[in-house]
């Protein structure tokens, strides 16, 4: 009798217990039900909306500015998104390259369309390649991206037998990429029978009327006003240094007749290029009160000098660039 007391005890604190958890579980198997109706009720919904809209076909936007790409879309209420941005030679840059899905596909309205815009060519920058060999200049050119297009020969009072005379286009310009660049070759010094014309840039008149004189070459003199070299030099010639020329051609050259200030003075520039198995370009620029001013811009061998008679006015600032790096800057008053 008394162990049955204790077995009805137990279930009387047992029931209420058992009792709560069937309740939990009644509410969650509900929630659980009612979770899953609305799953459904949405995904249904969903569908109905989607399964409502017309189908339209995707219209060709390659090669198109973005405005008209997103006037074309907009017509058919699709959408446009961005890509991503490529590269491209024949593709104007701001225009689409290429689109996913595809011209004349068949898609719902409201798609979204993925497209690839053009930066259009990939520009690079051409290397000075003038006072290296072949094989280095080729190199070059080809890391660079760029193409080598012919290789031809000449004469030169500059540059020794075998080494890169000239070369089009010019070093640092801006080209596209796959561009050709000729490159000229040098034979050495010319035979007595060739004449090449000397770089007079710089130099005192007298010094090419003298050459010109002994190679039976006319001359034509053009002064200029406005140029930044000093009075009675030469600033430009044409034929370039290296060029070869006949008996009873013209050279001209120009020379600088710059009004001659009070207060003018002269600077003398001593540069000797870094010694190296490449030759180096180098420029030299000089800022004064009449503004910036290029004073030399040519390629030159490893360890040779630079020495001019640079003039300005009040306080100026001279700067020498070497292969596009800035390696020395000095006020001189």
Do not use: C
């Amino acid at each position: 009798m008394p162990q049955d007391n204790e077995q009805n005890f137990e279930d009387f604190f047992n029931k209420p217990h058992k009792s709560r958890v069937k309740k939990w579980v009644v509410v969650l198997l509900v929630l659980a039900f009612f979770a899953a109706l609305i799953l459904v009720s949405i995904d249904w919904v969903a569908g109905a909306l989607v399964h409502s809209r017309k189908e339209v076909s995707v219209p060709d936007l390659t090669k198109k500015p973005v405005s008209q790409a997103i006037s074309l879309l907009a017509a058919q209420n699709l959408a446009l998104k961005q890509a991503g941005v490529e590269f491209a030679q024949n593709v104007p840059p701001g225009s689409v390259l290429r689109q996913i899905p595809s011209a004349g596909s068949t898609v719902r309205e409201g798609r979204v369309i993925r497209v690839w815009i053009s930066e259009g060519d990939e520009m690079v920058f051409v290397p000075n390649i003038v006072g290296t060999d072949l094989r280095s200049a080729q190199l070059a050119v080809r890391q660079a991206g760029l193409v080598v297009e012919k290789v031809e020969n000449a004469y030169s009072l500059t540059y020794d037998k075998g080494l890169i005379v000239a070369q089009t286009p010019n070093a640092d310009s801006m080209v596209q990429k796959g561009d050709k660049v000729s490159l000229t070759i040098s034979d050495g010094q010319p035979p007595a029978s060739v004449v090449l014309v000397p770089n007079f840039k710089s130099k005192k008149l007298a010094e090419a009327t003298l050459w010109a004189s002994a190679q039976n070459v006319d001359l034509i003199i053009k002064e200029d006003p406005n140029s930044p070299f000093r009075n009675g030099t030469i600033a430009s010639q044409r034929p370039a240094a290296d060029s070869q020329i006949a008996p009873g051609v013209s050279l001209e050259l120009t020379v600088s007749r710059r009004p001659i200030s009070e207060d003018e003075k002269t600077y003398h520039l001593h540069y000797e290029v870094p010694q190296g198995k490449n030759t180096s370009h180098v420029r030299v620029v000089l800022e004064d009160e009449t503004g910036e001013n290029e004073i030399l811009n040519e390629t030159k061998q490893p360890g040779s000098k630079v020495d001019l008679e640079v003039p300005y006015a009040g306080q100026a600032t001279l700067r020498i660039f070497t292969d596009g790096v800035l390696v020395r800057e000095r006020e001189i008053l």
